[in-house]
């Protein structure tokens, strides 16, 4: 019997009616009421094709394209491919996979940063000749170490920044025709050294690599930088909006000092940047570096291993894009970063999946148990509905049952507390859909291990207590032992134990060691007929997804997608019973000092020495020394006189 049950998502095109506002939505409105920009709204979402894209991705993807559809705009997919020892296809093409499984698609306003090279060369030419850029022959570190200044001090023009138009124009033209070796020279933009902003002392735009592209091959030996290349290629492309995470809110003059620079002076018709807070989720890692180190070191089993963030692991594992758009909607569009709490997309992905997922029956740590009141060789068949009654919705399967059935091991306690209602010596449970059992007596090995479980049933119980009128506390799970269908199935759970991975410098400490248990499971037999992206809810257990990529006719392997409660709320909890408290004294009641904090976060020693010497709460120093442009942003502000 195949369950399958996923719903293909349509192509979002239609505007959503009663989409929440935010400052951003408001910002459109107001400049399509002004008339900027003719009216038009243009965003694009802009990924760097060195990795595969993240949960942290979704939050811009739904945005862009959200607010493109929801104003009758359009959204471009460009790839803004800049550097040639970090990009591939594979990433292109994950990239533009992944967006079509969120539910959006770009038509055919997909470009590549790497397509305007040629005018991206022209504009470097026109600011040399206007006096705006220059070749400096600094190495980087020699312009950082001695040039470039402090957030507390200004830094000195280069010794090479009063070369000549000539000049400049002549080295950047042998750069280009490969006369130099990499970081013999960078074309500088020439603003202004001592500016408290450390963007705009005299930032690189062009730099020398001699690296094949993967798609322009070896045709250019100079790469514009980031900074350079995208504001123009929104130029180019006539984007109205230029939306970004607030890391990047530091670069927002140099975006607009560039654009300006080439002649795009007109407020009203140039492409502005806006920045918005980037999803951040609890155990959760956000760094692209950090993820491709563990696919390089196969600490995981690639990029869509269902334990990893990334969007295409997520799918495998068995995620909904509609659970993830809804979490975009919920988490909203703010100024302030701040951290969800991953439980809250678990909960939405609940909320999805039992819509999504028939009811069935598995065994994951199988107990035999022998129903002595049963003779051998007899089978009965029950008709098991695959939906709740309340849902209203038909389809149903059949169950055989035999003698001897399996049960979960977690399900039976030889010595149980008073509290525990399922099977124990002595006690009554109900099988789903079959007979109230009764534990008669149990069997162990030579070992003192227990094999198997004998137990008599009540013939007058049969179906649900409802309609046999015998009520017992307990209702588990069970399949036929002669009938089971056996499988491999995956428990995948958080990959890091961390609440913020990525404050450590040996990201292997912060790994759940748990993250992945396999299991040869019996399954009811209807499962047999399971084909790869199959959903399904076993019973008591979880929601389960077929493996798209390693299940076969015959032989699906099934994921756990989420469980149906949250169990590490659960046992924190339980941790936090059995833990004895004494009441705190009053002077102990003092929060701990934050560099102790640091130290028992095991931080590394750049976000202990921000802690220290400003005060910040671990976290979000291990956020800035995670994000190099988020620390320029804190080091401007505090030059500018703000508050850590």
Not at 335 to 352: F, P, Q, T, W
């Amino acid at each position: 019997m195949s369950t399958s049950n996923e719903v293909k998502t349509p192509t979002r095109s239609e505007p959503e009616s009663g989409a929440a506002s935010n400052f951003l939505r408001e910002i459109v409105e107001r400049d399509r009421a002004q008339g900027k920009h003719g009216g038009r709204v243009v965003t694009r979402f802009p990924p760097e094709p060195n990795g595969y894209p993240h949960i942290g991705h979704a939050k811009s993807i739904c945005l862009n394209f959200g607010l493109a559809r929801d104003f009758g705009g359009v959204c471009h997919l460009r790839m803004d491919d800049t550097n040639p020892e970090t990009e591939e296809m594979e990433y292109v093409e994950a990239i533009q996979r992944d967006i079509k499984w969120l539910g959006f698609d770009w038509g055919d306003k997909l470009f590549f940063a790497s397509d305007y090279y040629e005018r991206l060369y022209e504009f470097a030419e026109q600011l040399i000749r206007e006096g705006k850029a220059y070749v400096c022959s600094l190495s980087e570190e020699e312009f950082r170490t001695q040039y470039r200044g402090t957030v507390t001090e200004p830094g000195k023009p280069s010794p090479y920044r009063n070369r000549t138009v000539d000049e400049n124009l002549d080295l950047l033209r042998r750069m280009r025709a490969g006369e130099f070796p990499d970081g013999a020279h960078v074309l500088r933009a020439k603003i202004d050294m001592s500016n408290p902003n450390m963007k705009m002392r005299d930032w690189p735009l062009v730099r020398i690599r001699h690296a094949s592209h993967y798609r322009a091959g070896n045709k250019w030996c100079i790469y514009p930088l980031y900074d350079f290349a995208h504001c123009l290629s929104d130029l180019i492309e006539g984007i109205t909006h230029s939306i970004c995470t607030l890391e990047f809110e530091s670069n927002r003059e140099l975006y607009d000092w560039i654009v300006e620079a080439v002649g795009a002076k007109d407020p009203n018709n140039r492409p502005h940047q806006y920045e918005f807070a980037r999803l951040n989720l609890s155990y959760t890692m956000m760094s692209k570096r950090k993820l491709l180190q563990l696919v390089e070191t196969k600490t995981v089993a690639g990029w869509d291993d269902p334990r990893m963030p990334t969007l295409s692991g997520m799918r495998r594992r068995g995620y909904t894009p509609e659970a993830i758009r809804e979490l975009c909607d919920r988490v909203g569009v703010a100024k302030n970063n701040s951290i969800v709490d991953l439980a809250l997309l678990e909960h939405l992905l609940r909320e999805d999946l039992d819509k999504k997922s028939p009811r069935v029956m598995g065994v994951l740590k199988p107990l035999r148990v022998v129903i002595e009141s049963i003779e051998k060789g007899k089978v009965e068949e029950f008709d098991a509905p695959l939906w709740p009654a309340e849902m209203d919705r038909a389809g149903s399967r059949k169950l055989p049952f035999s003698r001897e059935i399996f049960i979960e091991r977690d399900d039976f306690m030889e010595n149980p507390p008073k509290d525990y209602h399922r099977l124990a010596p002595g006690r009554e449970v109900r099988l789903r859909h079959a007979y109230v059992i009764k534990c008669e007596r149990v069997v162990k090995n030579e070992a003192g291990e227990i094999t198997e479980i004998v137990c008599t049933h009540d013939p007058a119980s049969r179906g649900e207590a409802a309609a046999s009128g015998k009520r017992v506390k307990g209702t588990i799970h069970w399949v036929s032992a002669a009938h089971a269908f056996e499988c491999e199935v995956r428990l995948y759970d958080r990959l890091f134990l961390a609440e913020a991975p990525g404050s450590l410098e040996d990201t292997a400490k912060e790994l759940n060691p748990l993250s992945l248990q396999t299991l040869r499971a019996k399954l009811e037999p209807s499962l047999a007929a399971s084909k790869a992206g199959d959903r399904v809810q076993f019973e008591r257990l979880g929601f389960f997804f077929a493996d798209p990529v390693d299940s076969k006719d015959g032989a699906p392997i099934f994921n756990r997608t989420v469980g149906l409660k949250d169990s590490w709320a659960k046992a924190a909890a339980k941790t936090a019973e059995s833990t004895p408290t004494k009441e705190p004294k009053a002077e102990a009641k003092k929060e701990k000092a934050p560099a102790k904090e640091a130290e028992k976060k095991e931080l590394s020693a750049e976000a202990k020495a921000l802690v220290a010497a400003h005060d910040l709460a671990p976290a979000d120093a291990a956020l800035l020394t995670e994000e190099p442009a988020l620390r320029a942003l804190f080091d401007s502000a505090l030059s500018a006189g703000a508050p850590a």
